[in-house]
C-alpha cells in the first residue's frame, strides 16, 4: 500500500515535540520538513521516476516533482546527461547554438525555468514579442492577479510603476471547456509585449492556471506553461538535447530524482514511504531545534540506515538488475571477466 499524509500525521504526531503539541500546522510542518530533508539525502527508490518527454526546440523541461535527470534514452538508444559546464569543456562541443550537431546527448540548463517553454520564435528563429494572457479551469479565480516578470522587445525589464513586472488578470475558459475561447470576449491581456519571461508569482488558486501568448492580428495563441494549484513561486529545470536532428516530436525517456512537493492534503501521497524514517527524521529535528546535537544526529543516521534497509530489501535479483553499462566511447576493451 502507499502511505499518505494521513497516515504520516497519525504515526508521528506523539513524537513532535515530544506529543505535546497539539498544533496540526506543527505537525504537518515537521512531516514537510523530514520528507525534504531525506529526500535531499539519497536517490532512495521511492524517490525516483520514469518520466517520457517529447521536445520543443530540442529542450524539455521537468515538471514541478522532479529534481533532475539521472539517465535518459533517447529514441530508445541510452544517452548520456551532461551538466552545464559542458560547452565550455576544452574537449567539449564548444557553444551548442552555433554547432551543426553534436552528439545526441542531454544537456543541464540548470533550474528556475518559470514556464515549461520559451517564447515562440519566427521563421528567422527570432524570438517574436508577444502579450500575455492567463487562464483558469475554475471561475473562482477569475479576476485574481499573476505577475509576470520580464523583459520587452528593447531588452527593458518590465515594470509597473516602481515594481518589477506586471500583474495580469485571470480569466477563464468560454464556458468551462479548456481550450475553448471567444474571440470577442477574450480574457485581459497584458498591456507590455514580452520577448523574455523571468518569473511568474501566482496566489493559490482553485484551478490550474495556463498562461498563454497571444496574437491579436490572427487570434493565434501559443502554450508556455500550466501551473498547479498550489503553486505560487513556479521553477523548473530544463535539459537540452545536443543535436539539432532531435527537434519536436522525439521519444525522450528520463529516470529522474523526484524532489519534495510540500504535503497539503490527507489524500497526498509521500515522497518517502517509511513510516519509521520519518519518525526517525521527526525525532531529530526535535532534537536540533532543543539544540541536542548528538542526539539529533543519532535520529538522523538511524532515518537514513532505515532507508538504506528498505532499499537493499527492494532490490531486484541479480539476473534481472541493472547490471554493468559500458558506454561504447570509453569501452573497456578486452577484458573477458567481466560479465
Given at each position: 500500500m502507499l502511505y499518505t499524509l494521513a497516515h504520516a500525521r497519525s504515526f508521528v504526531s506523539p513524537f513532535v515535540e515530544s506529543g505535546t503539541c497539539p498544533n496540526k500546522q506543527v505537525v504537518l510542518d515537521r512531516i514537510n520538513e523530514a520528507c525534504r530533508r531525506l529526500m535531499d539525502e539519497g536517490d532512495w527508490r521511492c524517490t525516483l521516476a520514469r518520466f517520457r518527454f517529447v521536445t520543443n526546440n530540442n529542450t524539455i523541461t521537468l515538471p514541478r516533482n522532479a529534481e533532475a535527470v539521472l539517465h535518459v534514452d533517447i529514441d530508445t538508444v541510452p544517452r548520456k546527461v551532461f551538466g552545464q559546464s559542458y560547452e565550455f569543456l576544452e574537449s567539449g562541443p564548444g557553444e551548442l547554438d552555433v554547432q551543426d550537431g553534436y552528439g545526441s546527448d542531454l544537456m543541464d540548463l540548470g533550474g528556475g525555468w518559470p514556464t515549461f517553454f520559451?517564447?515562440?520564435?519566427?521563421?528567422?528563429?527570432?524570438?517574436?514579442?508577444?502579450?500575455?494572457?492567463?487562464?483558469?479551469?475554475?471561475?473562482?479565480?477569475?479576476?485574481?492577479?499573476?505577475?509576470?516578470?520580464?523583459?520587452?522587445?528593447?531588452?527593458?525589464?518590465?515594470f509597473t510603476g516602481a515594481t518589477p513586472g506586471e500583474q495580469l488578470r485571470i480569466g477563464h475558459w468560454q464556458n468551462g471547456v479548456e481550450g475553448v475561447l471567444n474571440a470577442n470576449d477574450l480574457p485581459d491581456r497584458s498591456v507590455n509585449t514580452f520577448i523574455q519571461i523571468t518569473a511568474v508569482q501566482k496566489p493559490v488558486t482553485r484551478g490550474y492556471i495556463s498562461l498563454y501568448t497571444y496574437d491579436s492580428s490572427d487570434h493565434r495563441m501559443y502554450f508556455l506553461g500550466k501551473y498547479h494549484p498550489e503553486e505560487t513561486n513556479p521553477g523548473y529545470r530544463r535539459y537540452r538535447l545536443a543535436s539539432p536532428d532531435f527537434d519536436n516530436a522525439r521519444n525522450v525517456l528520463c529516470l529522474v530524482k523526484l524532489r519534495h512537493v510540500e504535503l497539503v492534503h490527507d489524500t497526498d501521497v509521500l515522497p518517502i514511504q517509511s513510516l519509521d524514517a520519518l519518525k526517525a527524521m521527526v525525532i531529530a529535528i526535535r532534537e536540533e531545534n532543543a539544540g541536542n546535537d548528538t542526539k539529533a544526529e543519532a535520529s538522523r543516521v538511524k532515518a537514513i540506515r532505515i532507508l538504506e534497509r528498505q532499499l537493499r530489501n527492494s532490490r531486484e535479483s541479480p539476473s534481472e538488475g541493472e547490471g554493468l553499462q559500458v558506454i561504447s566511447e570509453f569501452a573497456l576493451g578486452s577484458a573477458p571477466n567481466l560479465q
Open positions: 520559451e517564447m515562440p520564435y519566427d521563421d528567422d528563429n527570432a524570438v517574436i514579442p508577444s502579450t500575455l494572457i492567463a487562464l483558469s479551469t475554475k471561475t473562482e479565480d477569475v479576476g485574481q492577479l499573476i505577475t509576470i516578470r520580464g523583459f520587452t522587445s528593447l531588452n527593458n525589464e518590465v
